[in-house]
């Protein structure tokens, strides 16, 4: 299997609901250093899993629209804990759906894998993996 | 796929026995860097893996009974080298039985693996993977 | 010169008030791994710059006073932007204060200089830098 | 699973045909920081999963091949783009080759599975991972 | 003393003059990941050193005269071996002309230090620092 | 000034005397990830600080002989605490007097300044650094 990974990162506010979350309750905010990792089984024509320059854009395009912004205030995530691990499959969810609507060309047709992992700290790091739908 | 990753730290020494090690026979020592992946296929009703911070404390607990210690007087491990390998291993099972003794309470139940990191320099690092039986 | 440095991080969210901040006049949030490095021209008797266990718990008390905190509502930091560079400055003015107040003991009165560091992204931090009055 | 990662680099010129690359198509370079995982189900009965002096040794000498040179000139390669992906391949293709030749002893026939990643830069890097045939 | 440093990378290729670079006379490649560190004494009004955008665009800007080429054939080099250290340079004094022609804007007429730092590999750096003439 | 700095790691045991010390004054131990800084105020004819070579195979030689031993019986050591701080002025000091010795040939010569960083951790390192006589 092969795989490439781009790296970004996005700066966000936002609160926890629950009790679990101690002073986490409180509005607080974090940077993510976000990774996009994309998979291939074969290698395309060009030698390549998909247009690492496409990817990077793809990347910055999706992280764009959580950028310094309060997600509290996001409709997208009405009602939600935006926890890493849910914005690692959010991010996840909005990166598959450009692929597969061609965001990184004819090349996207042949990824079979994608996982996302947020770095919250030196300490803490969560992702989502899953298949490619073909 | 969810994973959420805390890092945690040991310091050790102890020495290995068999003519491949080389000068590492000798009395010597070591800091991990200890990385913790708990994995889970949904995230729970607060929307994550499990609570960060019970994670980072039983992370914390369980090396806690390793650290400053010269691994070569340890019970638990008469008769074995404890190889970055091993320890990555014996830091699973601990781990691994704390999970199922409740120690991330309830969330620990929806668990399905845990994946073990010990970095022992910035040029080597060992891991052990595998599945949580429910 | 010795320095002996410890790591810690905080979680906050904040806005900036001027147009050269751009989209970062909206509230958003950061994580800041942050490095306190001291200072002393000889180790002290026990062969240390600093008690590090003191300098690793004075670091979280300081810390702790800004994580899971919206610092547009901090008094302290009232009228002011609260860029990395202003807060290394903060955290540093409050690390001094302790140290003078002799949070780490005698050994901090042989302190000479002081540096805070704020990692706010993989490409981007701030620092702060001053010598400590005797 | 049991991994033992060991880490080098590499430092090679090359030049890509084709336009998706962009000004990567004239003559330039890269430093690759390469992670070369060996996997095993088992332990050996040192304890290991493989001699990791002897695995340094081998990733050392199958970089060897590579390093200080210009990738256009290298027949192995010719009309091939070298991109990171492809260069993940070609290393694991020769550390597969030499494993199987008994480059790492008897421990060697143990190993089940191996991935070589490079770090092109802080924001991108790419793998290849396969199983060893027995 | 404030530092606002800002991080990018190029990739480029180049070759050097004379024994004591043994294999590396040969046409070879480098990333070079590059910090680029502003002081300043004071914060501006707005509390800042410097405008981290215009920064990060100012970097790119000049690495991009650099990227993707074969450094053996810059005239601006001719005659020079452009090791590590020496690129810290040419870089330093690029960005220096660049601040000291508004690039920054009126904030950079604030700053009295900057230091240029390229990381070759995990294992090397090398770096040039000097103040700014105001 | 220019700077060049090379990576390499020691492995090592050891105990500390003194109440301040708490758990570690148990025998334990370390992984040093070690930094050494060299600095000259003009490159070379060749065009750098040092030939890197030479200061790799410097710092590996100077580290071999604390490499896998425990230092409570090393008689250099007698009657001190090995702290980190302490052994990187311990290392600095051997660096120094081989660079004297000629080490580094004659462009050891015009080096003026060397830092030597020990990293015992992801949340802590400690450094000594000096001018070097001419």
Same mark, same amino acid.
């Given at each position: 299997?092969?795989?490439?990974?781009?790296?970004?990162?996005?700066?966000?506010?936002?609160?926890?609901?629950?009790?679990?979350?101690?002073?986490?309750?409180?509005?607080?905010?974090?940077?993510?250093?976000?990774?996009?990792?994309?998979?291939?089984?074969?290698?395309?024509?060009?030698?390549?899993?998909?247009?690492?320059?496409?990817?990077?854009?793809?990347?910055?395009?999706?992280?764009?629209?959580?950028?310094?912004?309060?997600?509290?205030?996001?409709?997208?995530?009405? /009602?939600?804990?935006? %926890?890493?691990?849910?914005?690692?499959? =959010?991010?996840?969810?909005?990166? $598959? *759906?450009?692929? &597969?609507?061609?965001?990184?060309?004819?090349?996207?047709?042949?990824?079979? /894998?994608?996982?996302? %992992?947020?770095?919250?700290?030196?300490? =803490?790091?969560?992702?989502?993996? $899953? *298949?490619?739908? &073909?």
């Amino acid at each position: 299997m092969f795989t490439v990974c781009v790296r970004d990162h996005v700066m966000i506010a936002h609160s926890f609901r629950g009790e679990v979350f101690g002073p986490a309750q409180r509005l607080h905010g974090a940077t993510y250093v976000v990774d996009a990792e994309f998979r291939r089984r074969q290698l395309d024509a060009d030698g390549v899993v998909v247009d690492i320059g496409a990817a990077h854009a793809l990347l910055k395009d999706v992280l764009g629209d959580l950028n310094f912004r309060n997600l509290d205030e996001e409709e997208a995530f009405a /009602g939600r804990n935006t %926890t890493t691990e849910f914005l690692a499959y =959010a991010i996840w969810t909005r990166l $598959a *759906d450009h692929v &597969r609507s061609g965001a990184l060309g004819a090349g996207g047709d042949g990824l079979c /894998g994608l996982k996302v %992992t947020l770095h919250e700290s030196h300490v =803490a790091w969560a992702s989502f993996e $899953a *298949d490619l739908p &073909r």
